[in-house]
């Protein structure tokens, strides 16, 4: 089967596609002829969907992607660069939740849209493993503290092992500085061999970290859990990611029981101008 069907009813023969192809696998080789696969194309192809995409006539449907999946652009639902701005100025991490759960289709709906995100060569290998029971989500936390106070003699950074320590004490006082008592978990991991691993996975959890702001959820980051999640075997165990995969962020989640009135001061950015 062709990499492509050409409807040449709808087809101008404009180019368009042929200029936006980011693997340059389709060819028209006169200005009158139809747009059609290069020889290689097959293997050339990341399967991206621009020149479906891009096709302002309808024209063009790649076989591995029928156009009805590929619904037309809602441009009315588009929100301003102020509305943008704010968004990305607005979110905070949250590290305080309500005991309500998440419902199961709201997080379905997160992690369909974070799937958007760019990914290298469009591989799509980001994995999603989601905690829904908050019973596992403390079990889990106990874990990073156990892992946490094995670790300690071993660390040489001295504000860090202070750090860690009031992370510990406050444990032990009945207080979460790991998972925050969040009802949710959302763990990204990918092939540890794929070139670009570890940024698909940053981006997609960034894309639903900022969608779920915008749905009304709060997240934070679990760094420490990421850390322990690669290397303290039983949590690790306990996380039963596939052969292979290194886990590349984590994020919490769940309604908040804050919200901010101010945004606060961040540091100018490190800029080289050239
Ligand atoms: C990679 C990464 C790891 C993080 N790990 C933790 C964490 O383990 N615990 C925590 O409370 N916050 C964690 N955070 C949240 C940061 O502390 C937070 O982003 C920062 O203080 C700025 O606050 P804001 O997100 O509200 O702007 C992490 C953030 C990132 C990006």
């Not at 029928?66 to 590290?95: F, H, M, N, Y």
């Not at 940053?202 to 934070?220: F, N, P, Q």
């Not at 990421?226 to 039963?240: C, G, I, K």
Request: aromatic share 8%.
């Amino acid at each position: 089967m062709s990499l492509f069907m050409i409807d040449q009813k709808k087809c101008k023969r404009d180019g368009i596609c042929v200029k936006d192809c980011p693997a340059q696998v389709i060819a028209m080789v006169d200005k009158n002829d139809f747009p059609s696969p290069i020889e290689d194309a097959e293997e050339f192809c990341i399967n991206c969907g621009h020149c479906a995409a891009v096709c302002p006539h309808g024209a063009l449907t790649l076989s591995s992607m029928p156009l009805d999946a590929c619904p037309s652009l809602q441009k009315d639902l588009l929100p301003g660069p102020e509305a943008v701005g704010q968004l990305l100025r607005a979110r905070r991490s949250i590290r305080q939740y309500k005991k309500e759960p998440v419902p199961h289709d709201l997080l379905e709906n997160l992690i369909d849209t974070a799937r958007y995100g760019p990914t290298g060569s469009n591989k799509q290998q980001v994995h999603w493993t989601v905690f829904e029971d908050p019973a596992q989500l403390e079990h889990f936390a106990a874990m990073v503290i156990d892992f946490t106070r094995q670790n300690l003699p071993g660390i040489a950074d001295e504000d860090m092992v202070r750090r860690m320590r009031r992370i510990i004490t406050a444990w032990d006082n009945g207080k979460d500085r790991i998972l925050r008592g969040a009802p949710n978990l959302i763990l990204v991991h990918s092939p540890a061999d794929l070139p670009f691993a570890e940024a698909d996975c940053v981006i997609a959890l960034t894309y639903l970290e900022l969608y779920a702001y915008a749905r009304g959820l709060g997240t934070c980051w679990g760094g420490y859990f990421t850390v322990a999640a690669n290397l303290y075997a039983p949590l690790a165990e306990a996380l039963s990611l596939p052969a292979g995969h290194q886990c590349y962020g984590t994020v919490m989640l769940g309604y908040p029981k804050t919200g901010y009135e101010r945004i606060p001061q961040r540091n100018a950015p490190l800029v080289t101008w050239r």
